[in-house]
């Protein structure tokens, strides 16, 4: 066990940082007397730590879980770029540290999705409420089949004034927001209208049956994405928005921010 | 016009039958009493009340000595029963000379009850509901903010010993003076301090529900022109080059909206 040991030594020494998973209290207690500083990265700070990053979603992914945690340490500045961390985290069963991973601060390339929640015009919950919907759209489909649909999230005066309606608003006059427990079946079933959703900086759901119609210049997104995607890049280019783009054709959950795509999420991964 | 008991039943049968019936009637309250507190769980268990009160301090305090809530309301049933049967025992059987001490506990008895119950009732109470309030305002993230279920909390505290005092007949009258002062105070300084929001929310109640202007509007209120980025209950947010202007909705209704049309 010694060559075992060794190089659980080599991967864990001489860090500037750990970044624990978990909302475990017991787990946290574990580190507090620790001297490196122990930054805890979960939904909730159930353990009520000082250096605490918020995770918007249950990332069963690691790969994106790290990422998006690190990104977060580090525009929170409790981290620099070049610290050395160990990420303490969970690959299968929930709650239970079985994954240590070491990495660099920039390790990745800064994407911005730490950005596109907690620096969106948008509060982070409505963006979070967000994509929970069109991730569970995206699993489930419209009776069973596969839709597509998008979301512009935030400063919705200006999307509204470079958007024309395709048909009468559904929404006009309703006060729904997203995140109440009716909008997604709502949601699911005016999925199959065209157009975009609206929603404002605090949630409320403005407008159905939009047609976006922003300047689509120097807006860059993968070859090979519809015009769906296309007009969610250019709307967030052209407006302080964001556009989370569910796909019809391949199923994947798109966040766009300023233009660029920021994230891609399979929703059968949640 | 009470019929007397004791001697209706004497005049009819012997003074033997009067105390053999005393005794029927202890059995038949003891079987009364235990039916009535095997229904009291049954019952608070079906409608779940059982486990709403799970975890609270006076579950746990019951709990510490070895029954719980729905234990003791049961018991406190089942004494209450049983202690009316041997009262009603003892005036048949003449055992005691009860006419007066009878009349008294008679009286007393469930007035007591009413003390308990509301004293059980009103800790289970005030503490669901400052965990609810404290739930509620789990997302406000301010300190101060834990202050408001601890004083729920104390207030239904009150009126729960405020309702058993006066059942047990203390005098409440000066508590009672205490808490309607109280009340007035939350009530007229909360109206005076919560003024310009509750006018503002009125108004907000007004634009949410007739929408004259919408988000992506423009409009002009008071010089300040811009397009609406969103109205909620106690603001209407416009917004222009570079300026993002938050108009109480009180002001809106004050000195009236311009929209722009083109």
Not at chain 1, 141 to 148: F, N, S
Not at chain 1, 152 to 173: C, H, I, T
Not at chain 2, 108 to 130: D, H, N, S, T
Not at chain 2, 226 to 237: A, K, L, S
Request: aromatic share 10%.
């Amino acid at each position: 066990m010694t060559g075992l040991a060794a190089l659980l030594d080599e991967v864990v020494g001489e860090i500037d940082a750990i970044l624990l998973f978990t909302r475990d209290a017991s787990t946290y207690n574990l580190f507090s007397e620790e001297e490196t500083p122990t930054i805890v990265i979960a939904k909730t700070n159930a353990v009520g730590a000082d250096e605490f990053v918020e995770l918007p979603l249950e990332f069963t992914n690691v790969h994106g879980r790290i990422r998006f945690g690190l990104e977060g340490t580090l525009r929170q500045g409790l981290l620099a770029e070049g610290d050395e961390v160990v990420c303490l985290t969970s690959s299968f069963e929930e709650n239970q540290i079985d994954t240590v991973v070491r990495v660099r601060g920039d390790q990745f390339t800064q994407t911005g999705v730490y950005d596109l929640f907690a620096n969106s015009r948008a509060d982070a919950d409505v963006v979070r409420d967000v994509f929970e919907v069109a991730i569970e759209l995206g699993k489930k489909g419209q009776k069973g089949k596969r839709v597509g649909a998008l979301f512009v999230v935030g400063d919705a005066g200006k999307v509204m004034n470079k958007s024309r309606p395709l048909s009468y608003n559904p929404f006009e006059k309703s006060h729904v927001h997203v995140g109440d427990p009716i909008v997604n079946v709502m949601l699911k079933e005016f999925s199959r209208l065209d157009g975009a959703f609206v929603i404002s900086d605090g949630g409320k759901i403005v407008s159905a049956y939009r047609y976006l119609e922003p300047a689509a210049e120097g807006v860059d997104i993968p070859k090979g994405l519809g015009a769906r995607h296309m007009a969610a890049g250019a709307i967030t280019r052209d407006t302080n928005a964001i556009a989370i783009a569910l796909s019809e054709s391949d199923g994947m959950v798109r966040a766009f921010k300023g233009g660029e795509l920021i994230l891609e999420l399979d929703p059968e991964e949640y | 016009m009470q019929i007397d008991w004791p001697d209706l039943i004497r005049s009819l049968f012997s003074e033997e039958t009067a105390f053999t019936l005393a005794v029927a009637i202890l059995i038949i309250g003891g079987v009364l009493a235990y039916l009535v507190w095997r229904w009291t769980h049954a019952t608070l268990e079906r409608t779940g009340i059982k486990n709403a009160i799970e975890g609270t301090t006076f579950e746990r305090s019951a709990q510490r000595f070895g029954t719980s809530t729905v234990g003791i309301i049961g018991t406190l049933l089942a004494a209450f029963v049983y202690a009316g049967t041997i009262i009603i025992a003892f005036h048949i059987a003449r055992l005691l000379n009860v006419e007066l001490f009878w009349s008294r506990i008679a009286g007393y008895l469930p007035r007591f009850f009413i003390a308990v119950l509301a004293v059980v009732i009103g800790l289970i109470v005030g503490e669901k509901a400052a965990l609810v309030i404290q739930e509620r305002l789990q997302s406000v993230k301010l300190p101060e903010a834990s202050v408001i279920p601890k004083l729920v909390k104390y207030s239904i505290f009150y009126i729960a010993a405020l309702i058993a005092l006066a059942q047990i007949g203390v005098a409440t009258t000066a508590l009672l003076i205490l808490l309607a002062a109280y009340a007035f105070g939350v009530v007229f300084l909360g109206g005076l301090a919560f003024k310009d929001l509750l006018t503002s929310s009125a108004a907000g109640i007004y634009l949410l529900l007739t929408e004259p202007y919408t988000i992506g509007d423009e409009i002009e209120i008071d010089d300040r022109r811009g397009i609406v980025q969103e109205v909620d209950v106690f603001v209407t947010r416009i917004e222009s080059e570079g300026e993002e202007f938050i108009i109480p909705n009180q002001q809106v209704f004050r000195s009236g909206v311009v929209r722009i049309r083109n």
